[in-house]
């Protein structure tokens, strides 16, 4: 038979020698609806096969030439595939020629006299059952190429746990052999803990019809591997079991937790880890009447480290950073036992790092914790070569003291670390309720500052510099006052640091540079001898790469001549990168522009560099002034700079004269410039003009 049984009508070989035999076989199959092919004798019968492709072959034994065995055999030997079922006709129910018959290839036999009525039905019945046989067949290897393709390991197990039979996929890891298992108990297999609950599931599939899985470990081959072993059943006391070793997908999942979970940069947890982590020691400690605390690592000035030796080195920092970090809070020196309350250390991101210090008995443990940080960050870390020394600001909350959800925990030991900033950095403090007002405090003023430009509310006093030898005003400095529409004058002292902080001072020194720069042109304007405008340039604004532009377009806007404007800087600002130092001064000495040195004596200057940095003038910080003339050493001191810079060919200026006497003194000294309050306070542009006329109007004609 050429395929399973169709539609279309099925066609029975009939092969006897007897025509009536063939022409009774023949009315009774075209009954029920069969097609029929006959044949006289065996040769015959075996041509017509081979010609006709019959769905049946009803085959007499006795026949000439070529019996029915003989047919029978020959019909199995061509068959390529499914076989065609073939009946046997025999003389008499003889036992042997009934089992001659199936060894030949038969289907089934019917014995003589033939039971004519039931023949036709008969034909029907063996049809239908080789249709369902070779239906079978086809299923059989479909499901064959199904299984071939898939690696798991197949078994069934009975509602008892013992192994009907195994079968063992294409991963060796993921089975054993069929031999080990079949016959024998789950426990006898596997180990107790893993088959106890392969058998609850297998039980609970078997009663709930539903499919379950149970994810286990084995060693196998010196190594971990994973599985998972779905049930599903397969009748009332018997369960199908499909084994997978899911060990690379374990391993995926592991990778894309430590995504989700470490800091990709230093390999410790990240932010969602430490809030969950949190989490869980919130509920801990609320469940069980227990205190812990959150410490916020700030590194101090860090993004200098990135701005001047590159992000590769304050990567490699932060690596150390976190390195040391857990060698310091490592769990012996904590409170609690840190391996059982998950992770204590994390980095959230940037410079910054949180520690959890769990059942904290004693508000000291915490501090105690951060003043061991405090000191293992202040060891010097070689990093690519360089020894670079750091320092760290820490902020402390406390559960249940100052808060009891994670946001506020975190928010407050924040809040903490900034307050440390502010008292000097390398600092660690506790987090109190006034501190949240100092810090809205804090953003309302820098809110302010914000708008201050554009409300046109800062403003610019000028202080007289004079010529010590004449008295003459030779110059003024420029100062930047804020005039807030709520709180009144606000200090430089409290909105100057804000800037630098925030990097508003950028655009204020912008401001403050085309401001002065106007007001000189215009006190240039008014007489034959005009004044120098200084200028204070902050830390930032040196290192922004469009100072030289600002400057230029500054002094292009306004007409000054660039040598009456004086730009002061600290000794700290040029020190910060030396290298960068002298190509930014080689840029604004190219404009034309005076170059100073402001507060002098306060830094760490060496001089080597303030011979290659080349500046005009030196000013005194006043806290070498005010002592004078009394203190003898800020006498001594006061007259080594004003003879060093004389001997560098700069011009001196002393910052808070306050007194006629220290005034005489500076002038014995050789000082050549002054300012202070004896000498004239921050004043508006008006007062100031109002001053050079006067100073004009005393010059001579011929100055004039």
């Not at 499901?143 to 008892?160: C, G």
């Not at 480290?305 to 932060?318: A, P, Q, R, S």
């Not at 008295?471 to 100057?496: C, D, K, M, N, Y």
Request: with cysteine; hydrophobic share 40%.
């Amino acid at each position: 038979m050429a395929s399973p049984l169709s539609p279309k009508r099925g066609l029975v070989l009939v092969a006897d020698d007897d025509p009536v035999m063939r022409l009774l076989m023949r009315e009774m199959l075209e009954q029920v609806g069969l097609d029929t092919l006959e044949a006289e004798d065996g040769a015959q019968a075996l041509a017509c096969y081979r010609g006709m492709a019959p769905d049946l072959v009803l085959l007499d034994v006795d026949m000439p030439a070529m019996d029915g065995y003989a047919v029978c055999r020959a019909i199995r030997a061509s068959e390529t595939q499914a076989a065609v079922p073939i009946i046997m006709v025999t003389g008499s129910d003889d036992l042997e020629a009934v089992t001659l018959a199936y060894e030949e290839g038969a289907t089934d036999f019917v014995s003589k006299p033939i039971n004519w009525p039931i023949l036709g039905h008969r034909v029907l019945y063996v049809l239908r059952a080789s249709d369902a046989i070779a239906r079978l067949r086809i299923a059989d290897a479909q499901n064959r190429a199904v299984l071939a393709a898939i690696p798991d390991t197949f078994f069934r197990l009975d509602k008892d746990g013992y192994y009907l039979d195994y079968e063992q996929g294409h991963d060796a890891h993921a089975g054993f052999a069929s031999e080990h298992c079949a016959g024998r108990h789950l426990r006898d297999v596997l180990p107790h803990d893993i088959a106890q609950r392969l058998l609850e599931q297998a039980r609970a599939v078997l009663e709930q019809q539903q499919v379950r899985s149970v994810d286990y470990e084995l060693v196998r081959h010196d190594a971990i591997h994973h599985f998972e072993a779905r049930l599903v059943a397969t009748g009332p006391d018997e369960v199908l079991g499909l084994v997978r070793d899911i060990s690379e997908r374990k391993r995926t999942e592991e990778q894309i937790r430590r995504l989700a979970y470490c800091d990709s940069l230093t390999g410790i947890p990240n932010r969602q880890a430490f809030l969950e982590t949190l989490e869980r020691e919130l509920t801990r400690s609320r469940h069980g009447g227990k205190k812990f605390a959150v410490l916020f690592m700030d590194l101090d000035s860090f993004k200098r480290i990135n701005d001047t030796l590159g992000h590769n080195v304050g990567d490699h920092l932060l690596k150390a950073v976190s390195e040391r970090l857990r060698e310091t809070i490592r769990p012996s020196d904590l409170v609690s036992r840190a391996e059982q309350h998950g992770n204590n250390l994390a980095r959230l991101g940037g410079d910054e790092f949180t520690i959890l210090i769990p059942d904290l008995e004693r508000v000291e443990n915490a501090l105690n914790v951060a003043h061991r940080v405090k000191e293992a960050m202040r060891r010097p870390f070689l990093i690519e070569g360089h020894e670079i020394f750091v320092t760290a600001s820490i902020g402390i909350s406390l559960y249940p003291e100052d808060g009891e959800d994670c946001n506020s925990l975190l928010k407050y030991a924040d809040t903490a670390m900034y307050h440390a900033k502010n008292c000097g950095k390398n600092n660690a403090k506790l987090y109190s309720s006034s501190l949240t007002m100092q810090i809205m405090s804090h953003v309302k003023l820098e809110v302010g500052l914000r708008r201050a430009l554009q409300n046109h509310e800062l403003y610019l006093l000028y202080q007289p510099q004079i010529d010590v030898p004449s008295g003459q005003i030779v110059g003024v400095e420029a100062l930047v006052r804020w005039r807030h529409p709520e709180r009144g004058i606000i200090s430089p002292t409290e909105f100057i640091p804000l800037a630098e902080e925030t990097g508003l001072i950028v655009p204020i020194g912008e401001w403050v540079l085309r401001t002065a720069c106007a007001q000189a042109r215009s006190w240039a304007d008014m007489g034959p001898q005009p004044v120098r405008m200084a200028v204070n340039l902050s830390a930032k604004q040196f290192k922004d790469d469009n100072l030289t532009q600002v400057v230029l377009t500054a002094l292009q806007e306004t007409g000054l001549a660039p040598g009456l404007l004086e730009l002061e800087l600290t000794e700290g600002t040029l020190m910060d990168d030396a290298r960068a130092t002298m190509i930014t001064l080689d840029q604004l000495r190219g404009i034309g522009v005076y170059l100073s040195i402001d507060d002098f004596g306060t830094g760490y200057s060496s001089m080597n560099y303030l011979k290659r940095f080349d500046v005009r003038a030196l000013k005194i910080d006043k806290s070498f002034i005010s002592g004078l003339p009394q203190d003898s050493e800020n006498a001594a001191i006061t007259r080594a700079i004003i003879a060093m810079a004389h001997g560098l060919k700069m011009a001196v200026v002393a910052e808070g004269v306050e007194t006629d006497e220290q005034l005489v003194m500076l002038e014995h000294y050789g000082c050549d410039l002054a300012q202070g309050y004896y000498l004239g306070h921050p004043s508006p542009p008006e007062s100031i003009t109002l001053m050079l006329r006067n100073q004009y109007a005393l010059a001579s004609p011929a100055t004039l």
